[in-house]
């Protein structure tokens, strides 16, 4: 069989949504496209983490810092299974780190703004993970196996992740006049980072019509920002917050709604590192890899003697 036969071969399993395995023969470019992507996801997950760990120490019960602990840990969690399914492309997780901590690897945009309030962290549930989830239940249909599974499970937690989120800003909205300026607040600070979370616009994005044709992507960058726009407005209506948008209205000819310009300037300049919080966040994780070094030095060394010691009694049988 000559190249091309090989490559439409591998074309028509992802036209009849036959599943890519970890074995399979796959274009070194699928490879390195889902390698890209599982990576900067699992990225976001772990940097994901700080924004809200700001938060546990000053949850306002014991009540919110349980939740907030299990959806932190719940995010960790989602890294470490992505950073599995990576590992079934032959990618290195050590190397994964090293580019994550240099700025080679990118993570998702939304991470790089600060959280201010307690009522962040209704937001970032509300909003974020709901994003998160827009975008993650199509990837459950990935052609890649092992991604799509690991979508399974993690859109199942992110979904208590935005209850939860929606829940502080039910009670905040419907709290103090103060509780609900801060609920507000935190909406004008969340509401357009959330949608750059989906990627530039479809005529910009550089990967989005491969991936499509690979069974990676399912929608467009537009589609399923538009998805969560219909989404969120009738949720924002419900707690009597506004959007920070005056160009959001219901297209009935559309069946979607309307919405205003995004600051893709803005955006690109997060993403190349200028912003609010970028510095920050890298310094915090790089402090973490060195600070944990000890651990994985003792884990190491425990597996190698452990792996001798039983070496050497199955030579003496
Ligand atoms: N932040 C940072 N970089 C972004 C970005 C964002 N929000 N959106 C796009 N980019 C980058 C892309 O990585 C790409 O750069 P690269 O070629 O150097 O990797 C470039 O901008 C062009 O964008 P494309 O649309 O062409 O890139 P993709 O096809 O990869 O689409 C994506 C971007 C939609 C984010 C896609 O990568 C994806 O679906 N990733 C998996 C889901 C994911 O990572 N979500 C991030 C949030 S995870 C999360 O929120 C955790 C939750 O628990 C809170």
Same mark, same amino acid.
């Given at each position: 069989?000559?190249?091309?036969?090989? !490559?439409?071969g591998?074309?028509?399993?992802?036209?009849?949504?036959?599943?890519?395995?970890?074995?399979d023969?796959?274009?070194?470019?699928?490879?390195?496209?889902?390698?890209?992507?599982?990576?900067?996801?699992?990225?976001? !997950?772990?940097?994901?983490?700080?924004?809200?760990?700001?938060?546990?120490?000053?949850?306002?019960?014991?009540?919110?810092?349980?939740?907030?602990?299990a959806?932190?840990?719940? !995010?960790?969690?989602?890294?470490?299974?992505?950073?599995?399914?990576?590992?079934?492309?032959?990618?290195?997780?050590?190397?994964?780190?090293?580019e994550?901590?240099?700025?080679?690897?990118?993570?998702?945009?939304? #991470?790089?703004?600060?959280?201010?309030?307690?009522?962040?962290?209704?937001?970032?549930?509300?909003?974020?993970?709901?994003?998160?989830?827009?975008?993650?239940?199509?990837?459950?249909?990935?052609?890649?196996?092992?991604?799509?599974?690991?979508?399974?499970?993690?859109?199942?937690?992110?979904? #208590?992740?935005?209850?939860?989120?929606? =829940?502080?800003?039910l009670?905040?909205?419907?709290?103090?006049?103060?509780?609900?300026?801060?609920?507000?607040?935190?909406?004008?600070?969340?509401?357009?980072?959330?949608?750059?979370?989906?990627?530039?616009?479809?005529?910009?994005?550089?990967?989005?019509?491969?991936?499509?044709?690979?069974?990676?992507?399912?929608f467009?960058?537009?589609?399923?920002?538009?998805? #969560?726009?219909?989404?969120?407005? *009738?949720?924002?209506?419900?707690?009597?917050?506004?959007?920070?948008? *005056?160009?959001?209205?219901?297209? =009935?000819?559309?069946?979607?709604?309307?919405?205003?310009?995004?600051?893709?300037? !803005? #955006?690109?300049?997060?993403?190349?590192?200028?912003?609010?919080?970028?510095? =920050?966040?890298?310094?915090?994780?790089?402090?973490a890899?060195?600070?944990?070094?000890?651990?994985?030095?003792?884990a190491?060394?425990?597996?190698?003697?452990?792996?001798?010691?039983s070496?050497?009694?199955?030579?003496?049988?």
């Amino acid at each position: 069989m000559n190249v091309i036969d090989i !490559e439409t071969g591998f074309q028509e399993k992802i036209d009849k949504d036959i599943r890519i395995e970890p074995r399979d023969w796959m274009p070194d470019n699928y490879r390195q496209t889902l390698i890209r992507q599982i990576g900067q996801h699992a990225h976001s !997950e772990i940097v994901g983490m700080l924004p809200e760990g700001n938060w546990i120490t000053r949850a306002p019960s014991l009540k919110r810092k349980v939740a907030l602990l299990a959806k932190i840990q719940d !995010e960790a969690g989602h890294g470490l299974y992505l950073y599995s399914a990576a590992e079934t492309l032959g990618a290195d997780r050590d190397q994964m780190y090293e580019e994550l901590h240099t700025g080679k690897a990118k993570y998702s945009s939304i #991470f790089n703004y600060p959280t201010l309030t307690w009522a962040d962290m209704g937001a970032v549930g509300w909003l974020v993970d709901g994003a998160a989830i827009q975008n993650q239940i199509p990837l459950c249909r990935c052609s890649y196996g092992p991604y799509g599974r690991a979508m399974v499970r993690i859109c199942k937690e992110e979904s #208590f992740h935005q209850r939860q989120g929606y =829940e502080i800003m039910l009670v905040l909205c419907q709290g103090t006049p103060v509780q609900k300026a801060m609920a507000q607040d935190a909406l004008n600070r969340f509401w357009w980072p959330s949608l750059m979370m989906f990627g530039p616009p479809d005529d910009v994005s550089t990967h989005t019509a491969q991936s499509k044709r690979w069974g990676i992507k399912r929608f467009t960058n537009d589609e399923l920002r538009q998805r #969560f726009v219909d989404m969120i407005v *009738p949720q924002a209506a419900h707690l009597g917050i506004t959007i920070p948008d *005056p160009d959001i209205k219901w297209n =009935e000819e559309r069946q979607h709604y309307d919405y205003g310009q995004i600051n893709w300037d !803005e #955006f690109w300049q997060v993403v190349k590192g200028n912003g609010p919080c970028n510095k =920050e966040r890298m310094e915090a994780r790089v402090k973490a890899w060195e600070d944990g070094a000890w651990v994985r030095e003792a884990a190491t060394a425990y597996a190698s003697k452990h792996t001798n010691v039983s070496n050497q009694k199955s030579q003496a049988v």
